[in-house]
Every structure is written in structure tokens, then in C-alpha cells.
């Protein structure tokens, strides 16, 4: 019985470390973004994307009239490095889908987390709807 109990010890010490390591992840939507250290660092993040995106508008959106919105899930390190970036819903327009994950690799790096968001969270995962419009890019 002892030994049983070591094991078990010794197993729940080893998943608490590992649990320990794992990074921090927060998962930031317009409506999640309450706190005002989560909403400026997103305000600014948005403010950034379009205007890369405005200034990097799809040409062929404007010359074939292609328009349309996409969700994307953005996941950015503490320090502001892009991890990844997937398409969580596809606009129906391969163009503007590869346009906008485009445009978050060309806006990157992004600002480092401030000291109270790096605190509490190693990644920050940012989901948003991007609407592709007449010669405009808007996120929210």
C-alpha cells in the first residue's frame, strides 16, 4: 500500500510540474476583451492590421469586386512575435482569405504585452471577423 501511495505521489508531482510549464494562453473576441489592459492591447493590435490592410488592399478584390468576411484566429507570443494564424471561416475567396493572413504576417511584430498582461498570459489568442469592403479593411 506504500508503495501504491509513492507512485501515485510521485505521478501527481510529475503532472503538476507539467502542468506548471505549460504556457499561459488567453483567447481574446471582441466581447471577451472587457478588462481594459485585454481592450487597449487589442484596440491597438486592430488599429495596426488595418492599416497594413488598407494600405495592402487585395488588388484583385477592387478589380473583380470580390468582397467578403472571414474569422481568423491570430495567437501572438508575449514579447509580440506571431505564432500562428488560422482560418476559422473562409470568406468563400481564396484571394481574401490569403490576403488577410498576408496582411497579419506583414503587421507583425506587434507591441510586446504590457507588464500587467504578460503578468498573467504567455500567448494571447485574438479571434476577429475581417470584412473585406469597397477598398476598405475593417476588423471587429
Not at 88 to 99: H, N, T
Amino acid at each position: 500500500l506504500n508503495a501504491e501511495l509513492a507512485s501515485l505521489q510521485a505521478e501527481l508531482d510529475q503532472q503538476t510540474q507539467d502542468f506548471s510549464k505549460r504556457p499561459r494562453v488567453r483567447r481574446l473576441t471582441a466581447a471577451s476583451a472587457k478588462q481594459s489592459v485585454d481592450a487597449a492591447y487589442l484596440l491597438d493590435w486592430r488599429r495596426r492590421l488595418e492599416a497594413v490592410g488598407n494600405q495592402y488592399y487585395p488588388e484583385a478584390s477592387v478589380r473583380y469586386g470580390i468582397y467578403g468576411d472571414l474569422r481568423l484566429l491570430v495567437v501572438i507570443r508575449s514579447d509580440g512575435s506571431l505564432e500562428d494564424i488560422q482560418v476559422l471561416s473562409s470568406s468563400g475567396y481564396a484571394v481574401l482569405d490569403e490576403a488577410a493572413i498576408k496582411i497579419v504576417r506583414m503587421a507583425a511584430p506587434y507591441a510586446p504585452f504590457p507588464a500587467e498582461l504578460k503578468a498573467t498570459t504567455d500567448k494571447l489568442e485574438i479571434i476577429r471577423t475581417w470584412h473585406f469592403e469597397q477598398n476598405r479593411l475593417s476588423s471587429n
